[in-house]
């Protein structure tokens, strides 16, 4: 395996990271497990895990075949997608969860459901419409079946990493408090927009050539 192979597989994971931004889902977390005992709140942040890494692992598999379904070409999908990221960065500059991923009415939903590990904390909060279209265009970029097996494996690792985030969101809360959660936040967002850009560009290039002269 070379450096390169590796770098880019890298890339692709710092990417999927920073849009899934569990830091930032720590708050909401936290408000909707209120009053839980901590066994539940064990249990929904590995099912949360769980769901995440099927969602997004189902993406790398399947999501390119349903494209093509819908006759939807890669490059069109990477300027849609590239817009949608450049939408939810924008929000996390400024500290907030964007209405592509969560809106008020699914949070009040939320709150009156016994279990929210799939619905809203997986879907879409954490792997939501940006998170699928990054994981679908990563997939399509990766070589072959040992670079999707590659970004599978990172997509468990990541997984592994939200499951220890959640479990440990009281304790990570208090110590980063509101202003370390949202500086974290807007670091994520200014990574995420800037693959955006590269999303539109790539996509752009794609679709009109004589834009590179």
């Known amino acids: 395996m070379t450096e390169a192979v590796l770098a880019e597989q890298l890339t692709y994971l710092i ?10 889902a720590i708050p ?57 990221l450049l939408i939810i960065a924008i929000a996390m500059f400024d500290a907030r969860i964007s209405r592509v991923r969560h809106t008020q009415a699914e949070q009040d939903e ?10 809203p904390m997986a879907v879409p909060l954490l792997a939501g419409p ?20 590659m970004l599978s494996a990172g997509i468990i690792l990541i997984a592994a990493i939200v499951c220890g985030v959640l479990l440990l969101a009281g304790p990570i809360g208090k110590r ?10 807007r670091l994520m967002g200014l990574i995420l927009s800037a693959m955006a850009v590269q999303l539109m560009a790539g996509g752009l290039l794609s679709l009109f050539p004589g834009l590179a002269r």
Do not use: C
């Not at 990417?15 to 830091?23: K, T």
């Open 110 to 119: 939320a709150e009156a459901k016994d279990d929210i590990s799939v619905v």
């Open 130 to 149: 940006g998170a699928i279209s990054l994981t679908i265009v990563d997939a399509h970029q990766a070589a072959g079946w040992s670079g999707k097996l």
């Open 15 to 24: 990417g999927i990271f920073a849009i899934l931004n569990p830091l930032g």
């Open 28 to 84: 909401i977390y936290l408000g909707l497990m209120a009053g839980r005992g901590v066994e539940e709140m064990r249990r929904t942040a590995l099912k949360t895990a769980v769901a995440v890494a099927a969602i997004l692992i189902s993406s790398v598999w399947a999501g390119e075949s349903l494209l093509k379904f819908f006759g939807i070409g890669i490059p069109a999908f990477r300027i849609g997608g590239g817009i949608l």
């Open 176 to 185: 980063l408090g509101t202003t370390g959660l949202n500086i974290a936040t």
